[in-house]
């Protein structure tokens, strides 16, 4: 099925239609602090479809699927940077997906809102981890979460230009999800949980997770 969905993004030209989305987003000032890839970010199925593309090129797949295990084994233990980091560089920046494009261009006060929530999240999530599965999140996690950087860019776009563009990008995910090429069951998923579900039996890694959670001191 992935191979057959990557055939059609190639016989489709999806990446042109993604770079034609993302054109309308300028650059800006940026310090390079790198503290805005600390995060799992949500994409689509094109845009992952367009990263795994881009790594398939590079014959980077092995090795990023071991990188991808790493992380998910220590996401409740550290704050762990994207994969794709790489001495504060992104080693995928020109297919990188609309989040990672966007960020900077949220008012103060939008990513206050958005710290906010994550850090509820955040909380509830250590509950339920705790009460079903024995696993304590560390605190360094708990309290991570992306805030307002020095960013800015040229031209900022509204939060109903960005929203545009997040519709644009589903848009062109429909053609695969309607033509079985991707499950249906997998929307809405992070970068990691894209690589679980595609390239890792995700129970196994689980189990190997719980297991070595249990070794660590409370």
Not at 89 to 114: K, M
Not at 136 to 161: G, M, N, W, Y
Request: with cysteine; net charge negative.
């Amino acid at each position: 099925m992935l191979k057959q969905a990557l055939k059609r993004f190639n016989d489709m030209d999806t990446k042109s239609e993604l770079n034609r989305i993302y054109s309308v987003i300028t650059g800006g000032t940026c310090s390079s602090c790198g503290k805005c890839c600390y995060d799992n970010v949500g994409l689509s199925a094109c845009e992952f479809l367009n990263i795994l593309d881009f790594l398939q090129k590079e014959d980077r797949i092995k090795e990023t699927v071991s990188t991808v295990e790493n992380w998910y084994m220590n996401q409740y233990v550290k704050v762990q940077p994207c994969i794709f980091l790489k001495d504060n560089r992104c080693t995928v920046y020109e297919v990188r997906p609309l989040t990672c494009r966007l960020f900077g261009h949220q008012e103060a006060a939008e990513q206050s809102g958005r710290v906010e929530l994550v850090l509820k999240q955040n909380q509830e999530a250590k509950h339920f981890l705790r009460e079903e599965y024995g696993i304590a999140v560390s605190e360094e996690v708990l309290e991570h979460a992306i805030r307002q950087c020095d960013f800015k860019p040229q031209v900022r776009l509204t939060k109903a230009e960005r929203a545009k563009l997040f519709d644009l990008i589903q848009q062109e995910d429909k053609d695969y999800y309607l033509g079985d090429l991707i499950d249906e069951e997998l929307i809405n998923l992070s970068l990691i949980e894209w690589f679980v579900a595609l390239y890792i039996d995700e129970d196994q890694l689980f189990e190997r997770l719980l297991t070595e959670m249990s070794k660590r001191p409370e």
